[in-house]
């Protein structure tokens, strides 16, 4: 049987393996002139290639339409992609957060690994060459694919594998080329939007001079100051940018935010408040006991001087400013309402959303193919017939941590078994 994968990231490549395994004669066909660019910047280079967490946690940590996963989560777990990786030679392992990197660091030798397998099975790669219609005929049944066309040529096919990703870091390729071709052949595509991407904030001037400040061991909530109700929280890294906030806690907020009723007329209205907890180890009172302690023996030192042990120096000058406190005061001379003030700052540190970054900043995309037009046993289209879907196309997706690559590898698994 002939089979054409359109797409050379990871759920294309894991499709293209598992079809040809299966004694298929696959073709793949890569616009760009490389495999696996976005696997590449994964993990900021490292490649983070899945969790540790049980299988039956990818749904909870998979917001966007994780229930649809559930058979191929089953069918392809996060111990055989390690197992996958193995048996191509390269060991894994395990970091905080339940993260699984490659014992080298090395993204590329994650992708040195799929390549291999493709050699080893055979499979025709086509490098440079963009599909420009997937080919059908009708027939009593509807219509059934019959191969692709590509700016170069014709390709007959008995089934065809749609897998080109979404909108997000269209410098790797993904430019949302497979919703059109879907789109041509009566497919659905739901709204497309940035998910797992950084945060504009309206005080500019503030992210500015705490700009390149990374933040470990914080915690922040995301409140919607209209309902006065918190839509997420979460404890961990953050970052600060010229134009707002980034970093693992901030990017999983948005894949919560991508999803929340209203939320560009709510950005727009400045009525979502980002609220950071700089230590939240310690409650107000014990916080309140640490910051007296450390006024007491710095007690002649002006206020300005009086914080380098309990923050780091790039945001000192930003709670002092904020705090209102006069900064050439003595420590000894701040007054007891003026020191509750200032912890209650450092608990609550707020700033405005005003809005997320835009798509091509982000990490992946939410929306796409519409999951209600795709067989989740066997990711074939309910519309063609031999067509099938897998990766990031698919309106599914997840938090950081490995989990949307490992719907990669468990939907062209089930693509390329299909």
């Known amino acids: 049987m002939k089979v054409v994968v359109i797409g050379g990231g990871p759920a294309g490549m894991m499709a293209a393996i598992i079809a040809s395994k299966n004694n298929n004669n696959v073709v793949l066909i890569e616009k760009m002139k490389l495999l ?19 299988i039956e946690d990818f749904i909870k940590n998979t917001p966007g339409n ?39 660091d090395h993204s590329q030798d994650v992708l040195d690994c799929f390549i291999k397998a493709l050699n080893k099975n055979n499979v025709e790669i086509h490098y440079n060459e963009k599909v420009e219609e997937i080919l059908y005929k009708e027939n009593k049944e509807g219509k059934v694919v019959t191969g692709v066309k590509t700016e170069k040529q014709e390709i007959l096919a008995d089934k065809v594998i749609l897998a ?45 001079e705490l700009q390149g400040l990374s933040l470990r061991n914080v915690s922040i909530k995301i409140i919607d100051t209209e309902k006065n109700k918190t839509i997420f929280e979460e404890f961990g890294e953050m970052l600060f940018t010229h134009f707002g906030v980034s970093g693992p806690i901030i990017l999983t907020a948005s894949a919560h935010l991508v999803r929340y009723k209203n939320i560009e007329e709510k950005y727009k209205k400045g009525k979502i408040k980002l609220e950071i907890d700089f230590k939240p180890a310690l409650s107000e009172q014990k916080l309140e006991a640490r910051v007296l302690r450390d006024f007491d023996e710095l007690k002649n030192k002006q206020y300005k001087n009086g914080l380098d042990k ?19 005061k003595k420590v000894n001379e701040i007054t007891k309402e003026e020191r509750r003030e200032l912890v209650h700052l450092l608990k609550n540190f707020t700033l405005k959303i005003k809005s997320s970054r835009p798509i091509e900043e982000a990490i992946i995309t ?36 490995g989990f949307n690559l490992q719907i990669a590898y468990s939907t062209g698994y089930v693509a390329g078994l299909s």
């Not at 990703?165 to 789109?183: E, M, N, R, V």
């Open 366 to 401: 939410s929306g796409g193919i519409n999951i209600k037009e795709i067989n989740p046993k066997t990711m074939e289209s309910k519309l063609v017939k031999n067509l099938y879907f897998a990766g990031e196309i698919i309106d599914v997706d997840s938090y950081t941590g």
């Open 164 to 208: 080109t990703g979404g909108k997000s870091y269209p410098l790797t390729g993904s430019t949302g080329d497979g919703y059109w071709l879907a789109q041509k052949l009566g497919h659905t595509v739901t709204t497309i939007k940035p998910s797992l991407v950084p945060l504009e904030i309206y005080e500019k001037n503030i992210c500015k």
């Open 36 to 54: 696996g660019r976005k696997l590449l910047i994964t993990g900021k280079g490292r490649c983070n290639i899945t969790s540790s967490l049980p």
């Open 310 to 328: 309990l923050l780091p120096q790039k945001l000192i000058p930003v709670i002092i400013d904020i705090s209102k406190i006069e900064p050439t």
């Open 66 to 104: 994780g229930k649809f996963l559930y058979s191929c989560y089953q069918s392809f777990t996060n111990k055989d992609i390690i197992k996958f990786l193995k048996e191509e030679g390269l060991e894994v392992k395990e970091e905080r957060g339940n993260r699984i990197f490659p014992i080298t």
